[in-house]
């Protein structure tokens, strides 16, 4: 019990240390808690412009988000991401999450800038 409660107190201070995640670099794929970087842009809105999906679920820019996609085992290893939220496995993921962006603003969401495929292998 003891080594129970001494390891949850070093997780929960190495997660203060590493932040909440809720901040991410313009660097692809990296979020600003993994690179530490000092510019960081604030995900405090409804949606993620960089990924295309709401910011309360995107496994991408939240470490909290991202370990309960991975308990779920819904996991791209090939590219750090939710199975079920990388657009560049699967292109057709996007129009999910544009439906509900389209029901919130009546309007088309604006084009992610690092959940997609490269460009040579867009269809649009």
Known sequence: MIRF??????????SMLVGCG???TS??????E????????AHS????DEHGIKESECSMCSSKVAKAFQDKKDWCDMHLRAKS????????????????????????????????????EKKS
């Open 5 to 14: 409660v001494f390891s949850t107190v070093i997780l929960l201070g190495i």
């Open 22 to 24: 809720q901040e991410a």
């Open 27 to 32: 660097t692809k794929g990296k979020t600003a």
């Open 34 to 41: 993994a690179k530490g970087n000092a510019n960081e842009t």
């Open 45 to 48: 809105g409804w949606w993620c």
């Open 85 to 120: 939220q990388c657009f560049i496995c699967d292109p057709s993921l996007r129009e999910k999450f544009a439906v509900q962006y389209r029901a919130k603003f009546g309007k088309e969401p604006p084009e992610p800038t690092e959940n997609m495929p490269e460009k040579a």
